[in-house]
């Protein structure tokens, strides 16, 4: 079965919701054809200059240094957040991290392996509070970028472990290592680009040749309940 002749579609899970996020096929998905849209919240998307002059270096390192220096990445304080929850009169929920998927083209769609294979970028969004400082107290830096992996070594910062639950490849593989950017109010913006390869259950192969595929992509946090890691979407959860 030729996948030039079908449509693909990908569904986006979160907390065992399902959303219709993509709907291309092989020949109208060439690269360069979308503009990659940036979330609402991303300083990019609302005009910031994250450095706005070499002089402001000197301050950046010594941020980064404060911030660092007795930073526990391989832990998050969620007694912190449950604290906080508490005091509002709240109960105790997992931190949010915002989840969105950014498509760049359908890669391939194996339906006798049943494998579908997206380049896109993942964008993760949580607050970090270890992380929040006093612009005023570093030349006004609002913005700073830290090296951020997947659980990696040279990972500067605590990640959250968002992976693809029906993978075929996991995400630690299939996505490039990328920097987070960081701001003063603790908010961390992660975005990686590469590769979602998912195993699929397809669906609509009775109509072939005139079946549109679709596909279930599931993704949260491998090790944490939703007490401490709550993904949630991101502004509308994707873009195309």
Excluded at 141 to 169: C, F, K, V, Y
Excluded at 206 to 232: H, K, M, Q, T
Aim: glycine content about 8%.
């Amino acid at each position: 079965m030729s996948s030039r002749r079908q449509n693909a579609t990908a569904w986006y899970c979160l907390a065992g919701a399902c959303l219709v996020v993509l709907a291309a096929s092989h020949d109208n998905m060439k690269q360069g054809q979308r503009q990659r849209a940036l979330p609402r919240n991303h300083p990019k998307a609302s005009g910031y200059r994250i450095l706005q002059s070499s002089e402001n270096a000197s301050a950046v390192e010594e941020l980064r240094q404060s911030l660092l220096e007795n930073y526990d990445r391989f832990s998050y304080p969620f007694d912190r957040l449950w604290t906080e929850a508490v005091g509002k009169g709240e109960q105790r929920r997992g931190l949010e991290v915002q989840l969105g998927l950014n498509f760049h083209r359908v890669f391939e769609v194996d339906v006798s392996k049943s494998v579908a294979d997206l380049i896109v970028w993942v964008r993760l969004v949580w607050r970090d509070p270890r992380l929040a400082w006093d612009p005023a107290l570093y030349n006004g830096t609002m913005h700073m970028w830290i090296d951020g992996q997947a659980g990696g070594e040279t990972s500067e910062i605590w990640t959250p472990d968002i992976q693809l639950w029906n993978q075929e490849r996991p995400l630690d593989e299939s996505l490039a290592d990328a920097h987070a950017l960081v701001s003063s109010d603790g908010t961390v913006f992660w975005s990686r680009p590469g590769h979602v390869k998912a195993v699929c259950k397809f669906e609509g192969l009775n109509d072939f040749p005139f079946d549109s595929l679709s596909c279930s992509i599931e993704l949260g946090s491998w090790a944490y309940s939703g007490l401490y890691v709550r993904p949630i979407k991101l502004d509308e959860g994707f873009t195309i």
